[in-house]
């Protein structure tokens, strides 16, 4: 798995049994929401953290090992382990909702999810468009290559066709990076999802992915298929938890869950069950 | 693949069967009418209902479904005034749009079909005293429905196969099962079985038309 | 009183003028032949007796009661109220297809007006009957001849008990075997004094079962009288030229 | 939204509007006589080609195209001694899977169309010394042509709204290019933009088969 | 030479025997007139004679070349070289309703015979003529009226220089005025010497214009002979009965 983390915090497990302590800062009523234009914004009458029931968590169910969807139709993954944790410490109930990844922000923005929480990639865009969590996980964008491949290091990408999903924080490392210009066609090409894009590597049409490290070593673990994550890799990135701009409270909420559920040890054992070890998520 | 994994697969997409059943029977029963109900208001003696009936059909044929569905998910909440009460779930945008859409295009199938019923059949009906309405009801639209018959049936299957897109309001279906199975296997053997589970649902879908076509016909 | 009177009687289609000044009347038991070369008006005419065509002007009067007078309609009810005493026959016979011969006959008087069924059933035998298609009863129209579709066809406008029946050219649509069976049909029916309107190129049956002639050019009734009259001795030249015209 | 972001937005979609007018014409020019063939072919004399021709039809119009593209795209590599040539760029995958399909509707189209056709028709053909194919071409096909251009009317415009489908085989088009925007600017107006696109595309259209039909009218 | 000899002729669909027993030969400049019941095998006949239907026996020939004998048929080429030598009217005219009159005249000369454009439109303007259409040349079938379209309709069938022409049932689609256009027509031809068989229910034009009668009934021809022979002293059962059913 991915080992290009550093600070490996110890797993102490010190395990204070209160899950959550409930500190409401009441004070949190969300007035930053008015700066809004109402008129525009009608579905906007969010309940505060404390008045909520139900936490809706909308992902796109196929990225494992993050969020994704098990032979049952059950989904599954880190994401959502953390997630229903969380909600069991603040004591509302859970529901993973599938999405149309294109859809995210209107589903957000809507209020017919909580929360977006996928292994999503913390971007700039991203930063202005929701409001975020701390991360809680880091990630790298790794080029991911057949084993046969002449591709040994990111500048052998030159003239060669390289591939990378629409929208995703791979895309936006690759056209940043120098390389970019020197790719075929000056341009890379967008898949909708990882899926088909491993798929077209392995029939030979592409010649190199950038992807996120995490959901590429899973799926060539999982698959056992004859293809490699390069050594040399892109950029460092995090995943964070995204809200509705202005929902201040719920991400206050979470991060002050994960911080337990660090101090605690559930991140680790977590980590363990899905990644084979300990540290991988980490606050 | 084996044997296991396929039926596992398949089990999983049969999850799909059921929402899209639904939406297809409550679609099919509340669009028809509609859709005759349009065509009827698409030949009122009222101009202004006529070019707002006319332009409706023409907005809704000439654009994706997928679009419309946006819109009624995710667009209607940000009405003003009425917008609050328009919070629709995922399946009831998807039964309201397509219901929508499919309405339209029934409108122009029946507008097809009344062209085929005789100027006499109305003609007759009037001079054995039929009012405007027992005629629509009694002579034009028996003859009718048997003409439009065979375009609603490719209507029908249209609908079956367009079900995929209530993914984009977040209901699951056949398809998004599928595509799941595929990015957890990395195996395409769940869109064969997909595929499968489509002419399947077509084909009983054909055969009951098909019964139908011959008890109307005369 | 008569039982239909017709005054200048006028109808255009946008600048076409096809009704100049129809006058004309029936009596009770008439049996009249509309005659006259294609575009006369003949065809008009007849649908502006039973309200398939708006007139411009003029008066029809049934019974004593106008539903046109000098170009003014009367309410609906009133129209209704006297266009059903008279019974009309197509050239295409335009049975509802859906429908067998039975319902054919009864769906009039069972659903719009309302009779029993018990009471329409047994007035649809009797009428299928006397045209001769009593084992027709269940026949889908389909299945039929032209000449025992058109039959049905009259036995449909009887059963709704018509003072008067409108025919538009019954036998135009079917060949020369067919037809006679229908003509067949409609000698009964004047032997019964029903009082009838035939619009027709059947000189043979104007001849033989008219009391009256109706010679109709260029949107008016040039010519009028016993069958004797106009065939014999016509006086209008455009009668004449007409009767040289047609092959017989 | 301020109106240089629209525009900005428009510009970004516009660049979706080339492929889907080339896949369309493409499309179009290909699937309309290779139709009208499997029209020809479905009415053949040899009952095997009969029975092939149906059932290509059958499958084509009973499953979705979306999982069509799928199988030209990911399936044909598969295939054993010739997958390796089938190694298909995700566009022309879709010329050839748009064409395949849209190729199956038009020929039910021609096959209603044909049946318009009068067998005296053929009989005043026959006896003027007309060889079959002649009749076929010289007094069938234009008769036949102008019964079904309504209905291929209506595919056409079908046609414009499914090329949204040619992203599952990975080339952008409006709708891709409306949902990168919409993720980017986290502002749904991308979708009216598209919306738009697609309705002016169709409007096009229309008016070009109106003048067509015209044209065609006798 | 005869023109025409039909032997033994005989024809069913399925379980039904249409023709049963066929006879009768066709003299140069005959114009022979085939009547009889509806269903007594008229129009079959004539397609059998030039091929849109198959025999099932018998022999067909055709100034000496048979292209079916005792209902083996010769090869294809044969075949059309044989029927090629007649031409035939229908009874729904069958006139290409995408092309113009000139084109409906033109095109299997030009595109199935190869003749040159400049030759093929002198040969229609003339026929036009002929058939007093001159005007139509551009016209589009569906603004004709019947009796034009049928007169376009002999006209195209002239176009290929037929030795013989078969009408079945010309104005039967027709109205009694239109239908007068069309006999005139047929009427020159036969007195341009045009060999002719027509299937027919105008008795007026079967009597006055036909050579010979042909009585068709059960699929049988049960009487020929002159007009005067089959109208004044018809010898079979059958015929009288016919005759004494149509209305006339
Ligand atoms: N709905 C209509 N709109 C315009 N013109 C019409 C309409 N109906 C009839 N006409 C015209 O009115 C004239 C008279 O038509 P009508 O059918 O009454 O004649 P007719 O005497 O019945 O002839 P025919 O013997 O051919 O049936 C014709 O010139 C016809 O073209
Ligand atoms: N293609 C066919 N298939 C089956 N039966 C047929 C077919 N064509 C004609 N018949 C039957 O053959 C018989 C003779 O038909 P045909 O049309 O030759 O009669 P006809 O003498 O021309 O009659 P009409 O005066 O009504 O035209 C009829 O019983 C008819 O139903
Ligand atoms: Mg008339
Ligand atoms: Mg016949």
């Known amino acids: ?283 | 693949m084996n044997m296991s994994e396929i039926l596992t697969t398949t089990k999983a997409l049969l999850q799909g069967v059921e929402v899209v059943t639904i939406l297809f029977v409550v679609v099919l029963i509340a669009s028809i009418p509609l859709g005759f109900v349009l065509t009827l208001l698409s030949r009122c003696r009222i101009a202004p209902v006529r070019w707002v009936v006319n332009a409706y059909i023409y907005v809704v044929r000439g654009t994706p479904l997928m679009l419309q569905l946006f819109f009624i998910y995710f667009g209607l909440p940000y009405l003003p005034v009425v917008g609050k009460m328009l919070v629709l779930s995922g399946f009831s945008s998807a039964l309201v749009g397509y219901t929508l859409n499919y309405a339209a295009y029934f409108a122009e199938i029946f507008r097809g079909g009344l062209l085929a019923v005789d100027k006499g059949q109305y003609e007759a009906a009037q001079v054995l005293g039929f009012s405007k309405a027992q005629t629509i009801v009694r002579i034009v639209m028996p003859q009718m429905i048997r003409v439009a018959l065979p375009s609603v049936t490719n209507e029908s299957i249209t609908l079956v196969k367009d079900t995929a897109l209530m993914y984009a309001v977040a209901v699951p279906e056949i398809l998004h099962y599928a595509k799941v199975a595929v990015s957890r296997t990395a195996n395409p053997m769940a869109f064969v079985v997909a595929f499968v589970i489509y002419l399947i649902m077509n084909t009983i879908l054909q055969l009951v038309f098909n019964w139908l076509e011959k008890k109307l016909a005369y | 009183m008569k039982l239909i009177e017709v005054t200048s009687l006028k109808k255009g289609f946008g600048n076409l003028n096809v009704l100049t000044d129809v006058n004309f009347e029936v009596e009770k038991g008439d049996v009249i032949a509309v005659i006259g070369p294609s575009g006369a008006g003949k065809s008009t005419m007849l649908r502006c007796l039973i309200n398939l065509e708006k007139v411009d002007g003029g008066t029809i009067t049934v019974e004593g009661e106008s539903f046109v007078k000098d170009g003014v309609y009367a309410s609906h009810e009133q129209i209704k109220a006297v266009t059903r005493k008279m019974g009309m026959v197509f050239q295409n016979f335009n049975l509802f297809p859906h429908l067998s011969v039975r319902r054919n006959l009864t769906i009039a008087p069972t659903a719009v007006f309302g009779k029993s069924k018990e009471e329409s059933d047994a007035l649809c035998e009797s009428l299928l009957d006397k045209v001769g298609l009593r084992d027709k009863i269940d026949a889908m129209p389909s299945t039929l001849s032209g000449g025992q579709k058109q039959r049905v066809a009259i036995a449909r406008a009887l059963m709704l008990n018509p003072d008067i029946m409108l025919f538009d050219e019954p036998t135009s649509a079917l060949d020369p075997q067919l037809t006679s069976e229908v003509l067949g049909v409609m000698r009964a029916l004047a032997a019964d004094h029903m009082t009838m309107i035939v619009v027709t190129h059947e000189m043979s049956f104007a001849r033989e079962v008219a009391n009256k002639i109706l010679f109709m050019c260029d949107g008016m009734i040039v010519e009028s009288g016993t069958p004797a009259q106009v065939f014999g001795q016509p006086k209008d030249r455009r009668t004449a030229d007409f009767f040289h015209n047609i092959l017989e």
Request: glycine share 4%.
């Open chain 1, 1 to 283: 798995a991915c080992g290009s983390n550093d600070a490996t915090q110890p797993a102490d497990a010190p395990s204070t049994d209160a899950p959550a302590e409930d500190a409401a800062p009441a004070d949190d009523a969300a007035p930053a929401e008015e700066e809004q234009t109402p008129a525009e914004d009608a579905p906007s009458d969010t309940v505060p953290v404390e008045e909520m029931t139900k936490l809706v968590l909308g992902l796109d169910a196929s990225f494992p090992p993050m969020g994704f969807t098990d032979q049952d139709n059950n989904i599954i993954g880190v994401d959502i382990d953390l997630a229903k944790e969380v909600c069991t410490r603040l004591g509302i109930e859970f529901e993973a909702k599938p999405i149309d990844w294109a859809t995210k922000e209107m589903e957000l923005d809507t209020g017919k999810i909580d929360v977006i929480w996928n292994g999503m990639t913390v971007t700039d865009e991203r930063k202005e468009a929701f409001e975020l969590s701390r991360s809680y996980m880091n990630n790298t964008q790794v080029i991911v290559v057949m084993n046969d491949s002449t591709i040994a290091s990111k500048a052998d990408l030159a003239d060669k066709v390289v591939a990378a999903q629409t929208d995703s924080s791979g895309e936006s490392v690759l056209m940043a990076d120098e390389i970019y210009a020197s790719i075929k066609d000056g341009a890379h090409k967008q898949y909708a999802d990882y899926v088909t894009a491993l798929n077209d590597l392995a029939l030979g049409r592409i010649d190199a992915i950038v992807m996120d490290e995490v959901v590429a070593r899973y799926y060539i673990e999982q698959n056992a298929q004859p293809m490699t994550v390069l050594e040399e890799t892109l950029s460092p990135e995090e995943y964070a938890i995204a809200a509705k701009k202005g929902r201040t409270d719920l991400i206050e909420a979470i991060d002050k869950t994960l911080d337990e559920m660090q101090a605690d040890g559930t991140l680790d054992k977590i980590s363990l069950q899905w990644f084979g070890k300990e540290g991988m998520i980490l606050r």
